[in-house]
């Protein structure tokens, strides 16, 4: 595709629900970015995968979130036990070397936990 | 302290003024500096990119980097309406390290 394509752009849970966002970056990008952006802040990193090994986690905010990219393409973002707190909207971005590591994002799926 | 500090704004200025957007930073280990725009419910879109200090235009944008103060600054020239979105600065250690973002600044331009 011709960017960052990201589904669903809602989703709406109940709290203690679990939830999966999927990514499908740009293709042949290598890296792929996820961030998560709360109302009327920045976006802020969650993890960094550089093929199908995530490189950077550190931004995790707790067990219940975990990311997965099996192939080294699409990424999915599971998110457990759903707290109203989490909602927000999930980022995604991808980059390569070769498009001098700019990071290119999507629009993003909008999270909310009732 | 946040790594990055960005006035969240609101900004409104009428069209045609030069608008004057900073964020500063507090860790040297930046490197790379970078200016995003979104557009309400899009995601952020890259404005410019520099690792150097100095000035870096592209059309009505510069982009300005200050590293011995940890100040970086986007001044867009000929504001027109559809400028109006949110400005993100955004920082990375390294070229394809995770981005830290400032909150951002919301503008509106008004014709």
């Not at chain 1, 999507?106 to 936990?113: D, E, F, Y």
């Not at chain 2, 500063?24 to 690792?51: C, D, H, I, V």
């Not at chain 2, 150097?52 to 059309?59: F, I, L």
Request: hydrophobic share 30%.
């Amino acid at each position: 595709g011709a960017g960052v394509s990201q589904t669903p752009s809602n989703k709406v849970t109940e709290k203690g629900k679990y939830v999966e966002l999927r990514c499908d970056p740009i293709s042949g990008h290598t890296a792929l970015y996820w961030y998560r952006q709360s109302l009327g802040q920045g976006p802020e990193f969650l993890i960094y995968f550089q093929g199908t090994g995530a490189a950077d986690d550190s931004g995790l905010p707790n067990d219940r979130f975990f990311a997965v990219r099996p192939e080294g393409s699409v990424s999915t973002l599971k998110i457990q036990r759903t707290e109203r707190g989490d909602s927000a909207v999930y980022l995604c971005a991808s980059s390569s070397r070769l498009a001098g590591d700019t990071q290119y994002f999507g629009p993003g799926t909008r999270l909310t936990v009732l | 302290q946040k790594e990055v500090e960005q006035d969240p704004g609101p900004l409104s200025v009428p069209e045609g003024a030069i608008v004057s957007l900073n964020c500063t930073y507090s860790n040297s280990a930046f490197q790379y500096f970078m200016w995003y725009r979104q557009y309400s419910r899009k995601g952020p879109e890259l404005l410019m990119y520099t690792y150097s200090s100095g000035n870096k235009e592209d059309g009505r944008f510069t982009a300005q980097v200050d590293k011995s103060s940890k100040y970086i600054s986007l001044f867009i020239r000929d504001s027109q309406p559809s400028d109006s979105a949110t400005y993100l600065c955004a920082v990375a250690q390294g070229g394809s390290e995770k981005l830290v973002f400032g909150k951002g600044t919301k503008l509106t331009v008004n014709p």
